[in-house]
C-alpha cells in the first residue's frame, strides 16, 4: 500500500485491541508520522496492539490551529501521517477536522479508515430506534449551556446521542429530563472490553448510576408524543433566526424545520402580526 503524501484518518480500537482492522495496522506501520492526542497514550494502545509506529506528533485541540499549516506543508512535501484519536474514529469527538479541512483546500488526499465509533456502537447496543440521530459531543460544563445544547432538539423526533462524564452524569440527565422530558435512555460503559455495559432506563427513572467509571456514552430516545411546539417557543425561535438574518419567508421556513405542528405560511402570518401590533 502506497501512503506517500496521504493524509491518512484511522479508527483505532475503543478496548478491545482485536477490533485493529488489518488495513488499519498496515496504513499506522507505513506511513512517516502518527498524529496522536496523547502521545504516551498512542504508544500504549500500539504496544498492546502489537503496531510498530516510526514516528508519533503530539496533535491535540490545543495545538491544531498552530500546526496545521506545518503539517500540509510536510504533506505536500511526500511526508505520509496518520491522525488517530486516543480511541475510536478520529474527528467525531476529538480534534483534526480543521487539518482535514486545510489538506482538501491545499489539495492533499485524505483517506480514512473507518472503524470503531462509540456514538455509533453504544446505538446499535441501545434497543433505542436509531433513525434519524444526532450526535452532540460532550455535553458542556454549566447547566445553563447544557439546556442551551439541548433546547434545539426539544421539539425535533430524533434520538440523542452525547458523551458524558460519571461524576456530572446525574445532574446532566436530571437537566436532559427539564428541557426533552420523558424520554427512553441508555447509558453504555466499557464499550468492546470485558465489562462492557448497556444500562437501560429513562429520564425520568434512570438505571443506578453509583460506581461508573470512565467516560460514559449516552442514548437518549425520541419525544414518544407529538406536541405543537407552544407559540411561546415559536417567538423565541424567530427571534433566534432573525439574528441570523434573510429574508421573512426564509425565516419561517429556518424556524418551521425546528417546529412541530406549524406550517411556514403560520409562522409568517405571526411574523407579519408581531411587525404591525
Not at 475503543?14 to 485493529?20: E, Q, T
Not at 446532566?172 to 435512555?185: D, T
Not at 465489562?195 to 430516545?221: A, I, Q
Request: proline share 7%.
Amino acid at each position: 500500500m502506497s501512503c506517500n503524501a496521504t493524509l491518512w484518518v484511522v479508527a483505532t480500537p475503543l478496548g478491545n485491541a482485536g477490533d485493529l482492522s488489518p488495513r488499519a495496522r498496515t496504513v499506522l506501520e507505513s506511513v512517516d508520522t502518527v498524529l496522536a492526542e496523547d502521545t504516551r497514550r498512542a504508544g500504549l494502545l500500539f504496544q498492546r496492539c502489537g503496531v510498530t509506529a516510526r514516528r508519533f506528533v503530539s496533535f491535540h485541540d490545543h495545538n491544531e490551529t498552530d500546526r496545521a499549516a506545518g503539517l500540509v506543508a510536510r504533506l505536500q512535501a511526500g511526508e505520509s501521517m496518520a491522525l488517530v484519536s486516543d480511541a475510536g474514529l478520529p474527528l467525531v469527538a476529538d480534534p483534526g477536522y480543521r487539518l482535514v479541512r486545510a489538506c482538501r483546500q491545499a489539495g492533499v488526499p485524505v483517506s480514512v479508515v473507518p472503524g470503531p465509533s462509540a456514538p455509533v456502537t453504544a446505538l446499535a447496543g441501545s434497543g433505542i430506534a436509531p433513525q434519524p440521530f444526532a450526535f452532540l459531543g460532550f455535553l458542556p460544563r454549566s447547566r445553563a449551556d447544557i439546556e442551551a445544547t439541548l433546547r434545539p432538539f426539544a421539539a425535533l423526533s430524533c434520538t440523542l446521542v452525547f458523551f458524558e462524564r460519571k461524576d456530572r452524569l446525574a445532574e446532566s440527565l436530571q437537566v436532559a429530563l427539564s428541557i426533552l422530558g420523558p424520554r427512553e435512555l441508555c447509558v453504555a460503559r466499557e464499550l468492546t472490553k470485558t465489562h462492557e455495559e448497556y444500562m437501560l432506563g429513562r429520564l425520568e427513572s434512570p438505571p443506578p448510576l453509583e460506581g461508573l467509571l470512565g467516560e460514559l456514552t449516552v442514548v437518549v430516545g425520541p419525544p414518544e408524543s407529538v406536541a405543537e411546539t407552544p407559540r411561546e417557543e415559536i417567538a423565541r425561535l424567530v427571534d433566534e433566526e432573525r439574528r441570523l438574518g434573510g429574508a421573512p419567508r426564509d425565516i419561517a421556513r429556518r424556524v418551521q424545520a425546528r417546529a412541530r405542528g406549524w406550517t411556514v405560511k403560520a409562522i409568517y402570518a405571526m411574523m407579519s402580526a408581531d411587525r404591525t401590533s
